[in-house]
């Protein structure tokens, strides 16, 4: 994954991809690296999939990365001001890249909370106002970390229901 036009051909497989609504995985099985331009294209993609699905649920998360790719993502993710969920290399959860402490802290409590829920009870379990909560997780929606959907059982106001990626 070296070059930008290779990025390019890549990206255009993934807005097909992404023309419906749905859970993205990223899977990195095999590559040994991942030049920024090629990255570049990638995310650019991604962000442009996740606006167009904001309310739609859709999640993306990238899974085994090696300390090369994960590099190269880090750079190209803070070039971006963006996170991007991933799979830790034993599988066993989900972490964040180029985020700060609290985005980080906000996802794992989130899945603590069994990957589903409001920002009521994420509020209560992180024991923060909802306004903080709010703001926390539009910035984790931006990176795709957690997925929401309209809530039509919702009594007043307009609310939304969050889900994270499921650790496989």
């Not at 030049?35 to 962000?47: R, V």
């Not at 090696?66 to 034993?90: D, G, I, K, P």
């Not at 920002?119 to 209560?124: N, W």
Request: negative net charge; hydrophobic residues 40%.
């Amino acid at each position: 994954l070296l070059t930008r036009s290779d990025g390019r051909r890549a990206a255009a497989k993934l807005r097909k991809r992404m023309v419906e609504p749905a859970n993205l995985v990223l899977d990195f099985s095999g590559v040994t690296a991942a030049t920024p331009s090629f990255l570049d294209e990638i995310c650019i993609e991604i962000d442009l999939g996740l606006r167009r699905h904001r309310d739609d649920g859709t999640v993306v998360v990238a899974t085994h990365m090696n300390a090369e790719v994960v590099e190269s993502f880090e750079y190209v993710l803070e070039r971006h001001r963006h996170s991007l969920a991933y799979q830790s290399v034993s599988g066993k959860e989900i972490d964040l890249l180029n985020a700060p402490h609290h985005l980080a802290e906000t996802l794992r409590a989130a899945i603590d909370l069994g990957g589903e829920f409001t920002v009521p009870d994420l509020a209560e379990h992180l024991d923060l106002p909802a306004n903080t909560v709010n703001q926390r997780l539009a910035d984790l929606l931006s990176s795709g970390a957690v997925g929401r959907w309209r809530d039509m059982d919702a009594e007043r106001g307009k609310r939304y229901r969050y889900r994270t990626p499921v650790v496989a």
